[in-house]
């Protein structure tokens, strides 16, 4: 292809805080169509709080877009991946630090469920208005999950079956004691950095083990996790099991980890 595989808009230095307009929404649009890219490219323009720093047009050009540009949010076509769920699990293992909004032609039930399972934090339609995509941008870019209400209505049903099913196997997952205390800890309603305290570490290293717990369980956010500890049950089995732990004088199989003088200024989840 002759031309460049990513772009990057020029902009006179990179996003800071700006004279009262706020922190930039860094943005890479991922998008197989040039004239949509450029259309979003339009519409951002005239927000005061999103940037696009960055742009993409196949599958291997996203992940080295979101190498390369310090964004906050990826806009990931579906089409531009033959298994876009896994496609954008890869690309939030690669880098926890960015949000995925997924572009879908159409609205389709089991897209959206497994997108949401594997960490997706937003799912838009392409004929989405423009408002309502800048309103999406701005709510996943605060931690907020964005759905429409057919989405809303499948992850809720989903929700609902779950607690009804008899035996699944996802109730069977065994969790480490460090695992166990920090899923405790998020059903408390701490944060990351109230859980680092808590636990004598960093946030960063909860971040990372709420991710292998997230995969374990097969949920996508702490909201997730929150009721599907309540459908199984694991807030008290958790709950018997950090007693235990901390009745007992060692575990060898959970070493304590040890704490750190300081720790790194990064952004919580």
């Not at 050009?61 to 579906?78: G, P, T, V, Y």
């Not at 057919?150 to 809720?156: A, H, R």
Request: charge should be neutral; include cysteine.
């Amino acid at each position: 292809m002759a031309s460049s595989p990513i772009r990057v808009e020029e902009k006179p230095g990179p996003p800071q805080m700006g004279e009262g307009s706020g922190q930039f929404i860094r943005v890479i649009v991922a998008d197989t169509q040039a004239i949509f890219r450029a259309g979003l490219r339009k519409i951002f323009a005239v927000e005061d709080d999103v940037r696009v720093v960055g742009q993409a047009e196949t599958l291997s050009q996203a992940f080295s877009a979101a190498q390369k540009f310090s964004a906050d949010i990826m806009l990931f076509e579906a089409a531009l991946a033959p298994n876009p769920v896994e496609a954008v699990s890869d690309l939030l293992r690669q880098h926890p630090g960015l949000r995925v909004v997924v572009v879908t032609p159409e609205a389709q039930e089991e897209m959206t469920l497994e997108l949401f399972r594997r960490g997706a934090h937003g799912i838009v339609s392409r004929e989405v208005e423009p408002e309502l995509l800048v309103d999406c941008l701005r709510a996943v870019s605060k931690g907020q999950a964005w759905l429409d209400s057919q989405g809303v209505q499948w992850v809720l049903e989903a929700y609902r079956t779950q607690g009804t099913r008899p035996g699944n196997a996802r109730t069977k997952v065994q969790l480490t004691p460090k695992e166990s205390l920090i899923v405790s800890c998020v059903t408390q309603g701490m944060k990351n950095k109230e859980i680092a305290l808590r636990v004598g570490t960093t946030e960063q290293v909860v971040k990372n083990y709420l991710r292998k717990v997230y995969d374990k369980l097969g949920v996508a956010d702490r909201l997730e996790l929150a009721l599907y500890c309540l459908n199984n049950r694991m807030v008290e089995s958790t709950a018997k099991s950090n007693s235990q732990a901390s009745a007992a004088p060692q575990n060898p199989a959970a070493p304590e980890v040890p704490a750190v003088a300081a720790e790194s200024p990064e952004k919580t989840s």
